[in-house]
Every structure is written in C-alpha cells, then in structure tokens.
C-alpha cells in the first residue's frame, strides 16, 4: 500500500471515530485498558523483557508476579506504566513537547540508575552506569553481528541534536502541513539516530512518537513483537536515507490501532483470536509447571 494511501485510510478511519464522539465512557476505558496492556507488553518485549502478556496483565492489573522472573523485568513495566501515566498527563495539558518533558519520562520510566552489560568499540565485555534523565556522556555506539560499527550521536553532538530535534518538531507542529503521522514517525527515526541517553531509547522513541500521535487525536501505535524484524529492518532503511518504507510500516500500524479502538467505540469485541490464544497457552504452561 502506498504512503498517500494509508494517509487516506488513517483520516478516514479518524474521522469514522470522531462521528461516534460523545463515545460511551465504559466502551472507551475498555479499548484504551487494552492499548495500555499492549503497549506495556510489546515494548518491553522488543527490549528482551521476559515478562509474557499474561504476567504482565496480572503485573499491571492486579500486583501478581511470576516465580523466576529478573526483578528488572518487573521494574521495567512498572516504570512503563507510570511513563504511559505521566505521557497522557502531558497529552492532557495540550502543550507542545519540550525537552524537560523528554527527560522526566526518561527518569520515570527507568526508575533508578543500575548497571548494565556493555561492550567496548574494540569488542571487549565491560560494564555501564545508566543515568536517568540526563543525555549520555560516553558513547553509547554499538557493535553490530557483523563486526560494524553503529554510531549514535556523540556525547558531544547529543545536546545540539536534540535542540535540532526539538526546533523541527515545533515547527512541524506549529506550521501544520505535515501529516501528524509523518511528524511522529519522523521524530522516532530521528530519536532513535542520535539515541541520546544511556538506556530506554527505544521505549522512549515510541512514547515520545505515540505522544505525538494523542496530541493530534489519533490512538498509540503498537509495534507488535511478532513485527520486530521488519520494524528493525525499516528503521535500518531509514538510517541509509530510505524513510518512506519506516513511515509506511508505521503508519500500517496505526491503521491497525484506529481499526481496534473504532470496534471498541462501537461495543464491538476488541480481544482478537491470537489474544485468546495466548491466554491459553500461558496457562496451559503454568499448568505444566504445576505438575512437575
């Protein structure tokens, strides 16, 4: 599907939405429990969180936690949570994104500051103190399974090219000719290429673009686990100057998000077949460790 098309479809789909509006309070708290639920579960996930969705539901939902699982993993979606919490507080308050929100939901959503496994430029195992809420100050350039080098924003650049970041994003937004899809999924890339802090880029990267998306009315965008490849593979593209196939796969899924929440504002089931069956196969797996 071309880029103009799924432009189209995405107003369309808006606009089916907007027509519902005053929706039914409980049909709404309902589809956006579920975006929530989601969003927690699949970006963590992308990240080499463990958690699986039905612990991070009973997490989330009701305070349960699963035997052997890294405490990490728990204190990821729990900080998750909260950035989702204080990201649609700042949706709420309908001002432009700043820089000082930017690095508040980064403190929010790690918590605290811990160590992690790194590895030097020249391949060798070390280790990493990760602030929270303050650009890095070491280069955080990566090792590919290749052999090459990824590089990142420098310590140095960092401040600059999130300024640069900033002062594009609020004339995109001010200006208002660009598709707010186009500038949201644009921030993302453009995040993600200088990745400015130690940790939580990517998680970031979809927070700050979903913000984007629920500032201008539209619903978050869920980058499912099972797309990761070609997620990764878009973005790789879009570091070698090919953005359209990043805005596309993006915007694909915001098709999906829109086509879930408009279900849900008409009392329509929102829990789809692979839900069910995910369920499922959690329990039938906590059953077998049961009889062990």
């Known amino acids: 599907m071309e880029l103009a098309e799924i432009l189209q479809q995405i107003d369309n789909l808006k606009a089916e939405i907007d027509a519902l509006r005053p929706i039914d309070r409980e049909r709404e708290l309902r589809v956006l429990q579920k975006f929530r639920l989601d969003w927690n579960y699949h970006s963590n996930a992308l990240e080499g969180n463990t958690l699986t969705y039905g612990e991070t539901r009973a997490f989330l939902l009701h305070g349960v936690t699963a035997q052997g699982k890294p405490f990490r993993d728990y204190l990821d979606m729990k900080g998750h949570q909260a950035a989702l919490e204080q990201l649609e507080e700042i949706v709420r308050q309908n001002q432009p994104l700043t820089e000082a929100d930017i690095r508040e939901l980064h403190k929010i959503l790690l918590i605290e500051p811990y160590e992690m496994p790194a590895m030097t430029l ?82 970031m990267a ?27 593979l878009a973005l790789e593209a879009a570091d070698a100057g090919e953005l359209e196939p990043f805005l596309i796969l993006i915007g694909q899924n915001l098709l999906q998000s829109l086509a879930l929440f408009l279900r849900g504002a008409r009392g329509e089931a929102i829990d789809e077949p692979v839900d069910l069956d995910r369920r499922l196969a959690e329990l039938q797996a906590r059953l077998n460790r049961t009889e062990k």
Do not use: C
Not at 186 to 195: A, L, N
Not at 206 to 232: C, D, F, H, S, W
């Open 206 to 232: 979809r927070l700050l673009m979903n913000l984007i998306l629920m500032q201008a009315g539209y619903v978050p965008v869920i980058i499912n686990t099972n797309t990761k490849g070609e997620y990764l």
């Open 122 to 203: 020249s391949g060798t195992p070390t280790t990493r103190r990760v602030a929270i809420g303050q650009y890095k100050t070491v280069s955080n350039s990566v090792r590919t399974s290749t052999g090459a080098i990824h590089f990142y924003a420098s310590p140095e650049e960092t401040p600059a090219r999130m300024g640069d970041l900033m002062a594009w994003y609020r004339q995109a937004w001010d200006v208002g000719t660009l598709h707010p899809l186009l500038i949201a999924a644009t921030f993302h890339f453009r995040f993600v290429e200088i990745h400015p802090f130690d940790d939580g880029n990517g998680r």
